[in-house]
């Protein structure tokens, strides 16, 4: 029974890393035009979710499961509401982008700690989620910074 615990919590991350992935195709060209200084950041948290898809993928056949490749029902209806949002958006798109960023990363970071308190995790998949949750936090910290800085440019 634990492994089906294991990969069912892995194929939940795998989709929040899908869900990072496509909120990321959807804010890319809004607002690097303008903040030219957060597009190498971005660069590393697009290279970031593709290694730590492939983690996932390659934990979860370890354990003989089947990889959930697809993006989560909460995250889809968030891509959407960020469409309706930003068309009826008057005033600085690029702020309201920063902080749909903000958003995502904080919910990606609670869900990969709520994996890992989860004790569903086998070691060697709780190694590999705490070092991604590492590198979740440190992107959430640097574009939570710049939305900060961002604020009070305005």
């Given at each position: 029974?634990?492994?089906?615990?294991?990969?069912?919590?892995?194929?939940?991350?795998?989709?929040?890393?899908n869900?990072?992935m496509?909120?990321?195709?959807?804010?890319?060209?809004?607002?690097?035009?303008?903040?030219?200084?957060?597009?190498?950041?971005?660069?590393?948290?697009?290279?970031?979710?593709?290694?730590?898809?492939n983690?996932?993928?390659?934990?979860?056949t370890?354990?003989?499961?089947?990889p959930?490749?697809?993006?989560?029902?909460?995250?889809?209806?968030?891509?959407?509401?960020?469409?309706?949002?930003?068309?009826?958006?008057?005033?600085?798109?690029?702020?309201?982008?920063?902080?749909?960023?903000?958003?995502?990363?904080?919910?990606?970071?609670e869900?990969?700690?709520k994996?890992?308190?989860?004790?569903?995790?086998?070691?060697?998949?709780?190694?590999?989620?705490?070092?991604?949750?590492?590198?979740?936090?440190?992107s959430?910290?640097?574009?939570?910074?710049?939305?900060?800085?961002?604020?009070?440019?305005?």
């Amino acid at each position: 029974m634990k492994t089906e615990q294991t990969v069912s919590v892995l194929n939940d991350l795998l989709q929040i890393t899908n869900d990072r992935m496509e909120g990321f195709e959807k804010v890319e060209g809004k607002i690097w035009e303008m903040y030219p200084d957060i597009k190498d950041e971005y660069d590393r948290m697009i290279s970031q979710s593709k290694i730590m898809k492939n983690e996932l993928i390659n934990l979860i056949t370890e354990k003989n499961g089947t990889p959930d490749d697809s993006t989560s029902v909460a995250g889809a209806i968030h891509r959407t509401w960020i469409d309706i949002k930003n068309s009826f958006t008057i005033g600085n798109i690029e702020e309201s982008t920063l902080e749909n960023v903000v958003f995502g990363e904080r919910a990606a970071v609670e869900t990969y700690q709520k994996a890992l308190d989860s004790g569903d995790l086998c070691e060697k998949s709780e190694k590999i989620i705490s070092e991604q949750l590492h590198s979740l936090k440190e992107s959430y910290h640097q574009f939570k910074k710049i939305e900060e800085y961002k604020k009070k440019e305005n």
